[in-house]
């Protein structure tokens, strides 16, 4: 195997630790507001970044192990194709929730930041996040991830499992925000607060669909990286079913 992905996932892994270890010790709180606020309910675990904040470093955590203790295996390195359980278990990981759930955050908080940053990241938060900080919340995601999936093989499950995974974690973190919405009377993104409930709701929904539309796109960058393996598995499984 190739020493490579371990250097890789080491790397990336003590940088995501390192980050995570500094954002829970020395960012507290936004001072004197009540928007993007650590205190009171929920914390830091109000926010979607911060949820994959500890998914993405949890991730590169698990392929590490994984490297060492499970498998990286391809299809085309033998007649059978045959994953540890850690194989299995990182590759559903990456492709139905840190791949997607990852790249929906860049899009949509650089999307909105673009439009009009007070929605999504007030100025004020320059003041006491470090700008190191919040690019590796914000911006380094992609890379990172993109990096993982082309030097390591990734097995996609089925679109069906993969989605209703995808799809249940979406639908967990929205009534997550709804509740605190609700119990704490706490919006905890002022772009959901300005909008109608009608408005809610069609924005809502759009951000689900952009949900399974990144999913689509993990596939297709797994296939453009991966073609000829993924060809080789079909393949086999054919022989094994003629």
Known sequence: MSPLPVIYHL???????????????????????????YRGYGGKFKFLTFWLFLLQTFYFGFCLVNDILGSNSRPSQSKRFLRSKLQRCRDILLSSVVFPVGIFV????????VVDRELVYPKKLDKFIPSWLNHVMHTTILPFLIMDMYLVYHHFPSRKRGLQILMSFAFTYLVWILWVAYHANIWVYPVLKIMAPHERVIFISVLIALFGSIYLVG????????????????????????
């Open 219 to 242: 596939e297709g960058l797994n296939k453009f990286f991966w073609g000829k393996e993924r060809r080789q598995y079909q393949l086999m499984v054919q022989k094994s079913q003629s």
């Open 11 to 37: 790397i990336v892994f003590v940088f995501l630790a390192y980050s995570l270890a500094y954002n829970l010790l020395n960012i507290k709180d936004d001072p004197g507001s009540n928007m993007f606020t």
């Open 106 to 113: 860049v899009c949509t908080f650089w999307g909105i930041y």
